[in-house]
């Protein structure tokens, strides 16, 4: 089992910034990829972005070039760093982790970006 607890979100004026973070614990030794997701009001669940363990980063192309995913695997934490924040990229934010050969989400954090 994989515990996850985010933080970070809020509310920002466009143009802002945000810093996401998701602390894992747990069965974290068998972490693999971390990422973030976004469900805003009336819509599906999407991708963000995700790090694999030692891969590749992929991003969404409605936020490449403004957001950027990173993790700190001495502390079992994945960060998502959000610039040029646009009232389109309001959303309950989920950290996501795949481990072993399970995935687990966090609670959610609610970003609102402002106009």
């Known amino acids: 089992q994989v515990q996850l607890v985010e933080s970070g979100g809020g509310l920002v004026q466009a143009g802002g910034s945000l810093r996401l973070s998701c602390a894992a614990s747990?069965?974290?030794?068998?972490?693999?990829?971390m990422g973030w997701y976004r469900q805003a009001p009336g819509k599906q669940r999407e991708l963000v972005a995700v790090?694999?363990?030692?891969?590749?980063?992929n991003y969404a192309d409605s936020v490449k070039g403004r957001f950027i995913i990173s993790r700190d695997n001495a502390k079992n934490t994945v960060y998502l760093q959000m610039n040029s924040l646009k009232p389109e990229d309001t959303a309950v934010y989920y950290c996501?982790?795949?481990?072993?050969?399970?995935?687990?989400w966090g609670q959610g954090t609610r970003v609102t970006v402002s106009s």
């Open positions: 790090i694999p363990n030692g891969g590749t980063t």
């Open positions: 996501r982790v795949v481990a072993g050969i399970s995935f687990y």
């Open positions: 747990g069965s974290i030794f068998s972490i693999k990829t």
